[in-house]
């Protein structure tokens, strides 16, 4: 196996972070890094998406209900990632995300469940970051916690959102670095 024209195929970036973070010294101790982590990821893929896809379903779905019984409109309901996100940040998340369905969704506008399934998993973890659990009525349309806890958490055994959201948001971080 040539090793120097393997690497030469595959990401300089990741390389490179593996000859920083492992201390690979060779072009081989290189590739068989790159080998195993790639198949460290792959069993963790599944688990992953297990826990990305519920919270993303479980937050939609209780954001839905919240601005329902709040006397919301079917569209205010259908189009809540308008008004709920307070960051620049999860702002151009959103922005990101209608514009990539409305890429990949050809023939027809791209609908709610569109712009939902294109919402980083990122994104749904910083919906339980502080700015969404400030209490006060300059915040009714921000706050989601603790109206939230238990549909989208059912099984937390009293754990708090706080708690939740550094839990979540370390996996997302480390999700991110195996990743990169």
Known sequence: MNYNELKRSL???????????????????????????QSLQEKFYLPL???EVTLRNNINGGIRDLLHNRGATTNQINRWYNSVPVTQDSTRQVAKAKQKASREVRGRGANH??????????????L?????????PANQAHQLWPFLNDKVFPNRGGKGIPALFNDLNTLNKETVKISV
């Open 11 to 37: 990401s300089p970036y990741k390389l490179n972070s593996y000859q920083s973070y492992l201390g690979c010294q060779t072009d081989k101790e290189l590739i068989a890094a790159y080998m195993v982590l």
């Open 49 to 51: 998406q297990l826990v």
């Open 128 to 136: 339980l970051d502080t700015p969404h659990r400030i209490t006060g």
């Open 113 to 126: 469940n569109d712009v939902i399934a294109r919402l980083s998993f990122g994104f749904w973890v910083y």
